[in-house]
C-alpha cells in the first residue's frame, strides 16, 4: 500500500498550522485512494507532540527526535525525510510552501528524482491517459495552480517518476479535525545511523523570530489594497477604515512589490489565503493569483476607477470610484451610522 | 584576503509576467509570449548584486555569470558585465527545450561543473515566471553542497566561509556555512546597482559565437583584438550532461491541461461614488451585521 505522507514543520514545541492544514487535506485524499495518512516529524524534544497530530486522522507518525534537530537545518532534515521516504515509499507528499517547506522540498525531490509542484491551489485524485504510449494512469494527484502571472490555471501531474510532491501555502486547505481521540502508531526513526558530521556545515549563529503580529488570516473583515491605491500614504486611509471596522489590512503582490505595503501582509498564491465575511478590495484588478487566496470571502466589495477590472467579475458591489475619494467616504457614513 | 574568490551567479531572462496586458493570451490559450518584454529576472538581480560586493570588498573574486536559455539570453550575461561581473557563459541548445525545474537543475549543475571550482554560487530565490523556488536548493543538491535560502545580506565573508542573514516570515535567522555553498537571494535584499558606464563601453559589443555569425566582418575583427568580448555558449555535449535528464524525457511533471481564468461572473451591484450611494451601501451593511 502507498500511503501519502505529510511532512510536518515542528517548532517551540507546536506543529505549524500549514501542516495540520496538509493533514486535514491528506486524510480526505487518503480517504479516496484508500491508503494511509501519514506524517513525518523532525525535531528535538518531541514528546507528546503526536496528541496535535492524531486528531486529524493521522494513521502513522514517523517521528526522527534529536537534540541537534531543534531549529530546522537543510541538510540534515533533508537526509531524514529521504530516508523516511526511501524506506516507506509514499505516492504522495505533502510540504507547506514556506520558507522551511520551501527549502526541504526541492533538495529532496532532487535527490529521490521526482516531481515537485510548488504553490498548488487545489489537489484533487483522478487518471490520466497518455495517447503516445496508449498508457492510462490511474488515480493520479492533480496539482492544480495558477501560473505564468495569474493568466492560466494549470494541471500538473507526475505520472511516471514517484513519489508525487507538491507544496501549498498556509491558509489554502482547511484545517478540520477528524477525531479529537484518533489514535495511530508512532514509528521511531534512528537519527544517528542517518546523520553525519558533514550534515551540520550550515550553522545558525543567530535567530530573531517574533510571533506574526498581523493575524490576517483569521480576520472576519478584510481591507485590501492593490497597486491602484497608489500611494503608501492611501494606503493608511485602508489602515483607517479596517481600525474602524476591527478588521485588517491586507494586499496584493503589486502593491507588496511597490513597497506600498509589507510582504506579510500579501493575500493570494504567494502571500496568505483568506476567507473572511466581508473583503474590501480597494484598486486591485483581480489577477487570479490574488483572486485565489480571497474568492471564498462571503462578501466582496470592488471599489475601482476601472469599470473592467477582473475583480469585479467575482464582486457582490462595485464601487466605482477613487480609493482616496470612496474609502473617506466610507469612513465618514459609517462613524454617521454606525451608533 | 589573498585567495581569489571564484563566484557564479544563476540569472535568467524571464517574460515580465508583472506587466501582463489583455494580448498576453492567444486566442487558443496559449501565452503569447512575443508581447512580453524580456527582462532580467528581478531576484536575480539580487543576487547579482549580493556577489558584486562580496567582489567590492575582495576585488580579485571572480563572477561569472552563467544562464540557461535562448540565444536572445545572452542580453542577461551583457546586463551583468555592465555591471560589474566578469565573465559569461550562455547553456543554450534545443534539447533544453520542455525542462522542468528538476531537468533545469540538472542542466545547471553540469554547466557548474564544467566551469570548474567555485567558492560561492548566488542565484535569485526565484523566476518571476514560475515562482518556484526550487532550481536553486536542485542544484546544490546536485552539485552535493549546502544551501542558503532567503538570504539578504552578507554579513562577513572570509577566506572559507560566508556569514548570511535569511529573511525568514517571521524575523531573521543569521547562518555561517563553509565554501562551496548555493546561496539564493530574496528580493528584500539590496537592489542591484546601475550599469556602469566604463562597463558598457567596454562590453557592448560582447557577443556570443551565434550572434557573431551575423555579425559584419569587421565586428569579427574587432572581436579578435579584444577576445573579452566573446561571451560563451555551452551545449548540451560541451557540459556532457546526459540527454535522458533533460527536456521533456527528464522531466518528471508535466502539464495535464491549461485553462484560461474565467470567471464565473456574479450579479454585481454597480455603484457610484455618490455620497448617497455609499451611505446607503454602509446603512445596508450595518443592517446585516457584515460591520458593526
Known sequence: MKNILVYCEFEDGLIGDVSLELLSKGRKLANQLNCRLEAAIIGANLKGVEKQVFPYGTDVIYMAEDARLEHFLNLPHSAILQHIIRENNPQIVLFGATSVGRDIAPRVASALRCGLTADCTSLEIGDHYEKKSDTTYKDLLYQIRPAFGGNIVATIINPEMHPQMATVREGVMKKEIVDANFKGKIVKVETEKILNDTDFVVKIIERHLEKSKVNIKNSGIIIAGGYGVGSKENFNLLFELAALLGGEVGGSRAAVDAGYIEHERQIGQTGVTVRPKLYIACGISGAIQHTAGMNESAMIISINNDPHAPINQIADYVINGEIADVVPKMIKFYKKNSK | ?292
Do not use: W
Open chain 2, 1 to 292: 584576503m589573498t585567495k581569489k574568490l571564484k563566484i557564479i551567479v544563476l540569472a535568467k531572462q524571464v517574460p515580465d509576467t508583472r506587466n501582463v496586458g489583455k494580448d498576453a493570451m492567444k486566442a487558443d490559450g496559449t501565452v503569447n509570449r512575443a508581447v512580453l518584454p524580456a527582462i532580467f529576472n528581478p531576484e536575480d538581480l539580487n543576487a547579482l548584486e549580493m556577489a558584486l560586493r562580496v567582489k567590492d570588498k575582495n576585488p580579485n573574486a571572480e563572477i561569472t555569470v552563467l544562464t540557461m536559455g535562448p540565444g536572445r539570453a545572452a542580453e542577461i550575461i551583457r546586463e551583468g558585465l555592465y555591471r560589474g561581473a566578469d565573465r559569461g557563459f550562455l547553456l543554450t541548445d534545443r534539447k533544453f527545450a520542455g525542462s522542468d525545474t528538476l531537468a533545469t537543475s540538472y542542466a545547471i549543475s553540469c554547466a557548474v561543473k564544467k566551469l570548474g571550482e567555485f567558492d560561492l554560487i548566488f542565484g535569485g530565490r526565484q523566476a518571476i515566471d514560475g515562482d518556484t523556488a526550487q532550481v536553486g536548493p536542485q542544484a546544490a543538491e546536485k552539485l552535493g553542497i549546502p544551501q542558503i535560502t532567503y538570504a539578504e545580506e552578507t554579513l562577513e565573508v572570509t577566506n572559507n566561509s560566508i556569514t548570511v542573514k535569511r529573511r525568514l516570515e517571521r524575523g531573521t535567522e543569521t547562518v555561517k556555512a563553509t565554501f562551496p555553498v548555493l546561496i539564493t537571494v530574496t528580493g528584500s535584499a539590496a537592489d542591484c546597482r546601475a550599469r556602469n558606464a566604463k562597463f558598457v563601453m567596454k562590453y557592448k559589443h560582447a557577443r556570443t559565437i551565434s550572434e557573431l555569425a551575423d555579425a559584419a566582418e569587421d565586428y569579427i575583427a574587432l572581436k579578435t583584438k579584444r577576445p573579452y568580448l566573446q561571451i560563451d555558449e555551452l551545449s548540451v555535449a560541451d557540459v556532457q550532461a546526459d540527454d535522458t535528464f533533460l527536456g521533456l524525457s527528464g522531466s518528471p511533471t508535466k502539464v495535464k491541461a491549461i485553462e484560461n481564468v474565467v470567471f464565473i461572473a456574479k450579479d454585481a451591484k454597480v455603484l457610484s461614488n455618490a455620497n448617497e450611494e455609499i451611505e446607503e451601501l454602509m446603512k445596508e451593511l450595518i443592517a446585516n451585521h457584515t460591520i458593526g
